[in-house]
């Protein structure tokens, strides 16, 4: 069975990495390989070294950038526009955000006006989370309708099917991840040894630079055990009740989307786009704060916990379609608006309304 329409209806698009090692990026862009999209495109894969300056000549109507802008890669967005006149430029923010900005920037003023430059070199920008969008049009001075939120979503079989948590006694909290500074898997050990978590155990899956420390910020504390690399998400959530997620920033956050998928409800940081995520799923919660962590945990034990479950997985209904649906909608009509389109064949694309945020 093939997915494909006739030749001259599908766009030609290209997706540009700087790194196609395994996280969350790389496996949002399977999006690019789900029927739908098949249907109404062909898509490719181009890594460029980080050091790329020139920009290659490419085969494509729309060129999708996935890494970061920075002052160097400046001259490289520049580039790739006056090397592909005929191609739209669709730029994916997936790292910037307020609290990465927040710890990182030491010079504000410099930092925004580099995303001001890198900005305009793109013809359209695709936010991870409303508060990114949010974020950015004020840091880069950007009109919105040039942004479209579309939250990323990789497919991960059997999360919707897991039974729902029933926890009896002590509640089993996960939390799965790289262990980095970004994840901030320390401050909720800390929490954790300071007694913080009353009647709680802590399952900590995952593996980084940072493995070392965290064992070591978890020593004779027996509420925690590490599970080691999470080989299936299914599996590793099946043996949670509720999923922790204590990010000193995230763009979106594809665990607690994952969790909530799976039924469980989400303890998230009060920053980026974990925010929204917990909206109907869970609490926004500050892991260095004992009462804050004490008011969510006493929300979870005094309400009806598989209700909470089933809010959580409600959340998620459908979502992979409707990643599909957007940006189906939006290649549409940012390809619909290219000069390499015209070849007999635009007439058969509609231009869509603004994509809608879930």
Request: aromatic share 6%.
């Amino acid at each position: 069975m093939t997915f494909a329409e006739p030749q001259c209806n599908r766009i030609r698009i290209a997706n540009l990495l700087d790194d196609c090692s395994l996280g969350g990026v790389t496996r949002a862009l399977g999006v690019f390989e789900t029927a739908q999209l098949c249907r109404i495109a062909e898509p490719t894969t181009i890594v460029l070294p980080p050091t790329t300056i020139v920009a290659p000549r490419i085969a494509a109507d729309v060129i999708i950038t996935h890494f970061p802008p920075n002052w160097r890669r400046l001259a490289l967005l520049a580039g790739l526009k006056l090397r592909n006149p005929k191609a739209r430029i669709v730029h994916v923010e997936h790292s910037y955000t307020r609290a990465w900005e927040a710890l990182h920037v030491p010079d504000r003023p410099r930092f925004r006006a580099m995303l001001w430059l890198a900005m305009r070199l793109v013809d359209q920008i695709v936010c991870v989370s409303v508060a990114q969008a949010q974020w950015l049009q004020e840091a880069a001075g950007i009109d919105a309708s040039r942004i479209t939120v579309i939250h990323p979503y990789a497919e991960n079989p059997g999360l919707a099917e897991l039974p729902l948590p029933a926890p009896n006694q002590r509640l089993r909290i996960g939390a799965y991840g790289r262990f980095c500074e970004q994840k901030g898997f320390d401050s909720l050990i800390a929490a954790f040894r300071n007694g913080w978590f009353a009647n709680c155990d802590l399952i900590l899956g995952g593996f980084g630079a940072d493995e070392a420390k965290l064992r070591a910020l978890a020593a004779d504390c027996p509420a925690i055990r590490f599970s080691g690399k999470v080989a299936s998400v299914a599996r590793f959530l099946q043996s949670c009740d509720v999923i922790a997620v204590p990010s000193r920033w995230e763009a979106y956050g594809m665990v607690a989307n994952e969790a909530r998928e799976a039924g469980r409800p989400i303890l998230v940081a009060p920053v980026d786009g974990l925010v929204e995520q917990a909206t109907g799923a869970g609490a926004v919660v500050d892991f260095t704060d004992q009462q804050s962590i004490a008011a969510a945990l006493c929300d979870l034990w005094g309400a009806d916990f598989k209700e909470i479950a089933e809010r959580a997985r409600e959340t998620t209904h459908n979502c992979h379609q409707l990643r599909q649906a957007q940006w189906t909608a939006l290649l549409r009509s940012v390809a619909g608006a290219s000069p390499a389109r015209d070849r007999g064949c635009a007439r058969h694309l509609r231009p869509a309304a603004p994509v809608a945020q879930r």
